[in-house]
């Protein structure tokens, strides 16, 4: 009897992992065709998987202080190749306002504005560079602060794709013409030849396309998907959001992300040191770093009357230096940046691998 029971439980365990099994192979993309039924579940399971972001928030300060708007056209570009470059999710744009006004934070709402704030000028330029450039006349409106941006060297990202590239994503604009069979929204996508959307949409959105698998373009309907579905299904960056903040608490505050940042970082030269290979970053969903103006993080949390009381530690769940031993009595935001991302490479990584394992 007992040898009758154990065979039963080593069984049921074995049918168990078997069907692990399976369904690994078919995340994996070599489980049998045939089993639809466990295909629709793990299909189901993979839509709702979150993917870790980062974002960076950067004082709009940092381009007041420049002293023309060549130079901060400049300054405003180097910000836009780092968060491309280390593949960031999320531009913050931050104010040191004392109390919350209102955070739209939208440049272009006057375009006729030459002597906009320092921060609605990043956003701006910082939003313009993100754009693909065949999408840039539809979207931008000639402004006097774009004035420059000639000059800058292309982000040169994913979905900045060529008219010969095919991509199975492509970034579009709605047009005003209409579709040939009304059914749908015409979208300008780069090409040779607008394609079609199965969507009545208003003209002039940005939208993301799935391209299908058909190469001519021909009558078939595409769809407008998500801008995070690139990634989610190809692992492909796609380049990155901006978002305006009045002061430091509403970067936080904010944060689009359900649950907000689990784990937010300060950098300052007055930060904890610790090397790189040894910094141990948690698992995380949406990691924040924040760089400092002129005078810091510090001067920040302390004009932030909703932060009243609060020393800049308690503000984050670390405080580091990540450029002890510095030759030059300051480090301007755009060179910390570029450092810091670079520093944080390696634990981030790490961080990646442990929420991978876990899922």
């Not at 202080?65 to 913050?92: C, K, M, P, W, Y």
């Not at 978002?243 to 904010?254: G, H, L, T």
């Amino acid at each position: 009897m007992a040898k009758k029971k154990r065979a039963e439980a080593e069984e049921a365990q074995n049918t168990e992992q078997k069907k692990v099994y399976d369904e690994v192979q078919l995340v994996n993309g070599d489980g049998h065709t045939k089993k639809k039924k466990k295909k629709k579940r793990e299909k189901e399971k993979n839509e709702g998987k979150e993917i870790p972001t980062v974002s960076i928030a950067v004082p709009g300060s940092i381009i007041d202080n420049t002293q023309s708007l060549e130079l901060a056209t400049r300054l405003a570009g180097q910000i836009a190749r780092a968060a491309t470059i280390f593949r960031i999710d999320e531009v913050i744009v931050f104010d040191n306002k004392s109390t919350s006004v209102d955070d739209s934070g939208d440049p272009n709402t006057d375009a006729s504005d030459e002597n906009e704030s320092g921060a609605a000028f990043l956003i701006r330029i910082l939003q313009y560079l993100e754009t693909p450039q065949y999408l840039r006349k539809n979207l931008f409106p000639k402004h006097n602060s774009l004035r420059f941006v000639g000059m800058l060297p292309p982000l040169d990202a994913p979905h900045h794709l060529r008219k010969h590239e095919w991509a199975p994503y492509r970034e579009g604009v709605t047009l005003k013409e209409r579709a040939p069979n009304s059914m749908g929204t015409l979208v300008d996508v780069g090409l040779s030849k607008n394609v079609v959307i199965d969507e009545v949409l208003e003209p002039g959105l940005r939208v993301t396309v799935a391209m299908g698998n058909n190469r001519q373009l021909g009558a078939d309907l595409l769809h407008q998907v998500s801008s995070s579905k690139p990634r989610e299904e190809a692992g492909m960056y796609w380049g990155y959001r901006v978002r305006y903040a009045s002061n430091i608490c509403s970067v936080f505050k904010d944060c689009p992300y359900k649950g907000g940042y689990d784990y937010m970082i300060g950098t300052s030269e007055h930060g904890l040191i610790v090397n790189s290979s040894e910094l141990t970053i948690p698992t995380f969903r949406h990691l924040l770093i924040a760089f400092g103006g002129l005078a810091g993080l510090e001067e920040s949390v302390e004009e932030d009357n909703n932060l009243k009381r609060k020393n800049v530690r308690e503000v984050f769940d670390t405080y580091l230096n990540t450029c002890p031993n510095q030759g030059s009595r300051t480090i301007r935001t755009e060179e910390a940046i570029f450092i810091s991302l670079q520093y944080f490479q390696e634990p981030i990584n790490r961080a990646l691998q442990r929420f991978e394992n876990q899922t």
